[in-house]
């Protein structure tokens, strides 16, 4: 999505060879006009699967989740990471554990919300080792549900989560995929070809 990666180049921080700051636009400060263009971009991709419900993870997969779930006219859910004070009888809960950041949370998902008859739309903001994925993929199946994809804003190709997510059959769509952060600098894997571009 060329808007995005046009986004990334003149705002994104590389912070490290495994990190990219984007809190001007996604992680922190969102940026509206772009979520509404990520949801289009995502609805497109996603068209003709039926999907009946979008889940993601708080806190920053809610913006563009709801802006696509404005596009399908479908409901959005997220997982919580904390416990709620409402939200306490009959959840289907998984374990996350996040390398980077050297933590574990359990997340929860009423099951209310999620039921076997839905065709559910797995959407994050990033995608790196693909641990929060797994555990949204498990909740769905707990629910008995269908996972129609899983739709991801930023990649980093370089780390295993996504060839992961693809071997094991699932339809993952990346709206940037990014091939390396090494130098300081942003290195797109090319969506057509593969080959490596600025
Ligand atoms: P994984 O789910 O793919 O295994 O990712 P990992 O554990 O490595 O990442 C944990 C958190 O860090 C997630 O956010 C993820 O979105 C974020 N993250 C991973 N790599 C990057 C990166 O290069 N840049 C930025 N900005 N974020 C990254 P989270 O803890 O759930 O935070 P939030 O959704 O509340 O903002």
Do not use: C, W
Not at 17 to 24: A, E, M, P, R
Not at 156 to 183: M, P, T, Y
């Amino acid at each position: 999505m060329e808007l995005l990666k046009k986004k990334i180049e003149q705002e994104g921080i590389v912070l490290s060879n495994t990190v990219l700051k984007v809190d001007s636009f996604l992680n922190h400060q969102i940026d509206p006009e772009l979520m509404l263009e990520i949801g289009k971009e995502f609805s497109q991709r996603f068209a003709n699967k039926g999907i009946t419900k979008i889940l993601t993870i708080e806190s920053s997969g809610i913006a563009p989740a709801v802006m696509t779930g404005l596009q399908l006219n479908v409901p959005v859910i997220f997982a919580r990471k904390r416990k709620s004070m409402t939200l306490i009888n009959d959840l289907l809960t998984s374990t996350v554990r996040s390398f980077t950041k050297n933590e574990t949370n359990e997340i929860s998902v009423s099951q209310k919300y999620i039921t076997e008859n839905d065709q559910v739309l797995i959407i994050d903001d990033f995608l790196a080792n693909g641990q929060a994925a797994i555990g949204l993929i498990d909740i769905v199946q707990q629910a008995k549900a269908t996972i129609a994809g899983i739709g991801i804003v930023i990649e980093k190709a370089f780390q295993e989560g996504g060839q992961h997510l693809r071997d094991k059959g699932f339809h993952v769509e990346s709206l940037a995929r990014i091939a390396s952060l090494e130098e300081g600098k942003v290195l797109f894997v090319s969506e057509k070809t593969s080959e490596v571009m600025k």
